[in-house]
């Protein structure tokens, strides 16, 4: 072999090496970038609000902000090789230090939320005082706001136009309370204390449509409408 040979395949041989080092040195700056943070003394639980259009570089960041990654680069790296790039939007708790990376994005990947719901029992005979304390003890408003919604014209003859049980005898300036009546007593779920009160309403108004409307045919038998049905079980309470 002449000496130009030899210095070929002495070239060739050493950038053999050095990629098999660079790979290596690769491989394991991925994996030992995709560990978790240390674990926390008692376990720490981060609950994360992933808004609803974020992408995956900006999902990326707020986990490592929030040590729950460790390298915003490799996770995205780790997404696209197993294909998880589907990653939903919701409330999330990990556990830093102890939930790896495959768990994390399952979570993400699978929609695994947390619970944050509530649950409301209006009990029957009460009054919009009552249905105003209770909104403001299991949601983030206040009685003020339940208020402030009931005199809000704009919205109650928005409530006029959707259903159909209701008419503009709720507008009637003796009425102290619009809706007082109207919503029926019950037990309901809303989705998280952020839940607005014309939210709340809403939802209990379709459950009234419901029952009032399996009994319409009986309703209108009587001659009488809808609020003053409602006046004299009022008053019959």
Known sequence: MNKGKKIFFGIVIVLFIIGVITLMSSVIYYYSSLGTFEKQENGKEIKL????GTSIAQISEILKENEIIKNPFTFKVY??????????AGTYIFNNGIDDVEKVVTKLNKGEVCDESVTITFVEGKNMRYIAKMISQYTNNTEDDVFEVLSDSEYINSLIDEFWFITDEITDENIYYSLEGYLLPDTYTFKNKEISVKEIFNHILGYTDKYLSAHREEIEETGLTIHQLLTLASIAE
Not at 49 to 52: L, S
Not at 79 to 88: D, F, G, R
């Open 49 to 52: 609000q992933i808004p609803e």
């Open 79 to 88: 997404l696209k090789l197993n294909n998880k790039i589907n990653l939903q």
